[in-house]
């Protein structure tokens, strides 16, 4: 497992790190976790003429930025630090960049052939702001690799909670995987939740929709392959050894997944990156963004590992 963690010393970053003690990630993950400062750095003039007004301008600035650089890089080692203590068996290093935030994160990415890159839900103003907004709604976008945007566990006791929104597509599909992989400690539940909404009713109209893998002769209409693929997809987490069940929802799939989350008391909602064929319903800026966005826990985007480049 390569993790790539976006730190920027705030509490959110922080949270985001101690969340990750409940995300089941394997004994041998190498980390780095990385603090992009928000500035450019200026070329040093390579003129042997007399320094101009300008050159000593660019210098001035160059000595600005440089300072940020360092600012920076001790973020990036309190934060490797704090992640070092959490897991101490972990290769665990510190990086540090100029770049816009996001833009940092998703070359450094894409570069390392990330598995999973980690992102706070709010972040500092002082490194403008790992939140979920512009920054990680571009790194939710962009990145070729899955994304979890950690918070903080509120309660305290009782067995943890993941829940896992399924859709019968094939990117649903894979974040089941993604929770039936981990080694999860003993006692943890999981709960499997589709939502009929309007478009559930046509989708069976698209003939590459993943669907009709789900369809049986006799259903009447759409809930009964919902039910089916909802529970059979709990059912491949509980041969895992979890304990799993399933929850068909109605409405809006935003609200729903939400309201379902709040009232399981989940710690965890895993999504695919996009849903069902032309539809897209767990899309990216739709359902998987408003859910990473507004969730009380944390939220993990999958992306099935063939998808990156």
Avoid at 35 to 41: G, K, S
Wanted: neutral net charge.
């Amino acid at each position: 497992m390569r993790l790539l963690i976006a730190y920027d010393g705030s509490s959110y970053a922080i949270g985001a790190i101690d969340d990750l003690t409940d995300a089941a990630l394997p004994k041998d993950t190498e980390a780095v976790v990385m603090t992009v400062a928000d500035v450019f750095l200026p070329p040093e003039s390579t003129s042997d003429d007399a320094v101009s007004p300008v050159d000593n301008l660019v210098r001035r600035a160059r000595a600005r930025v440089t300072q940020a650089l360092e600012n920076a890089g001790r973020f990036a080692e309190t934060g490797r630090d704090h992640v070092r203590a959490r897991f101490p068996g972990w290769k665990v290093e510190a990086l540090t960049c100029a770049d816009s935030p996001a833009w940092g994160i998703i070359k450094k990415a894409e570069a390392w052939n990330a598995d999973l890159v980690v992102v706070g839900a709010q972040g500092h103003s002082a490194l403008a702001r790992l939140m979920l907004g512009s920054v990680s709604q571009k790194i939710l976008n962009e990145v070729p690799c899955s994304v979890r945007i950690g918070r903080a566990r509120r309660k305290t006791g009782g067995p943890l909670r993941i829940m896992v929104g399924v859709d019968g597509s094939a990117r649903s599909e894979a974040a089941v995987r993604r929770v039936a992989a981990r080694a999860w400690p003993a006692g943890t539940e999981a709960r499997t939740v589709a939502v009929l909404d309007l478009k559930v009713a046509t989708l069976l109209s698209a003939m590459e929709s993943a669907a009709a893998l789900w369809v049986r002769a006799g259903d009447g209409d759409e809930t009964a392959w919902v039910r089916r693929m909802a529970e059979l997809s709990a059912e491949s987490l509980r041969e895992t050894g979890l304990s799993a069940s399933s929850a068909v929802l109605e409405g809006d799939p935003r609200r729903a997944l939400l309201e379902e989350a709040a009232r399981w008391e989940a710690d965890c909602i895993f999504v695919g990156a996009t849903g069902l064929g032309a539809f897209e319903r767990l899309l990216l800026g739709t359902v998987s963004a408003a859910v990473a966005g507004r969730a009380h826990c944390s939220v993990e985007v999958v992306r099935p590992p063939r998808e990156r480049g």
